[in-house]
T-cell receptor
Framework: KNQVEQSPQSLIILEGKNCTLQ??????????LRWYKQDTGRGPVSLTI?????NTKSNGRYTATLDADTKQSSLHITASQLSDSASYIC????????????FGKGTRLSVIA | EPEVTQTPSHQVTQMGQEVILRCVPI?????FYWYRQILGQKVEFLVS????????KSEIFDDQFSVERPDGSNFTLKIRSTKLEDSAMYFC?????????????FGPGTRLTVL
């Protein structure tokens, strides 16, 4: 069964610190992996998209890595800010690459002062 | 910056009633999607729509659901006879083209509460 598992479920860090979120997937065939940021009560916003041939991709303070062999990805957030508090969702696409998207449950990140 | 919009932001309905959720995708986008997110759970794919027809749908998207693009701008999700378990956030999304991978732009969602 196609699944995306994320860890940790939740994380609390101090402002200015770095953190890394993990994602493991069993989606097959694999086309691409995406990380989204979702503020409470809002729609997900895309951070990165990586195909199987990409190992790393950055978007400002966000850096995603992908190991297609081990089916693992990580999202590293550098110098966290209070506004980074949100759920971070790992999403994997098989087939055509755009659907169906298989979502993880997300990691709830809280950045505190 | 162009964005996907959804109305209403919150819909409350009685069990058994029909609801229509509305979305206006980004104007030059060609592929449209509906997702739902039950409170505290993950986002789930419902249906994708291209060229005025459904291209893919999930097991969740049963006969109670239908989608329509009645004009050049709106994309709607209809639930014919709502059930308590239909209570969720419903997100619309769109992408520009079919070549993968494409960034999906999500709307702010409609919170549906079925009483």
């Amino acid at each position: 069964k196609n699944q995306v598992e994320q860890s940790p479920q939740s994380l609390i860090i101090l402002e200015g610190k770095n953190c890394t979120l993990q994602c493991n997937y069993t989606v097959s065939p694999f086309s691409n992996l995406r990380w989204y940021k979702q503020d409470t009560g809002r729609g997900p916003v895309s951070l990165t998209i990586m195909t199987f041939s990409e190992n790393t991709k950055s978007n400002g303070r966000y850096t995603a890595t992908l190991d297609a062999d081990t089916k693992q990805s990580s999202l590293h957030i550098t110098a966290s800010q209070l506004s980074d508090s949100a759920s971070y969702i790992c999403v994997v696409s098989g087939n055509s690459g755009n659907t169906p998207l298989v979502f993880g449950k997300g990691t709830r990140l809280s950045v505190i002062a | 910056e162009p964005e996907v919009t959804q109305t209403p932001s919150h819909q409350v309905t009685q069990m058994g009633q029909e609801v229509i959720l509305r979305c206006v995708p980004i104007s030059n986008h060609l592929y449209f999607y509906w997702y739902r997110q039950i409170l505290g759970q993950k986002v789930e794919f419902l249906v994708s729509f291209y060229n005025n027809e459904i291209s893919e749908k999930s097991e969740i998207f049963d006969d109670q659901f239908s989608v329509e693009r009645p004009d050049g701008s709106n994309f709607t999700l209809k639930i014919r006879s709502t059930k308590l378990e239909d209570s969720a956030m419903y997100f619309c999304a769109s992408i520009e083209g079919g070549g993968a991978p494409n960034e999906q732009f999500f709307g702010p969602g409609t919170r549906l509460t079925v009483l």
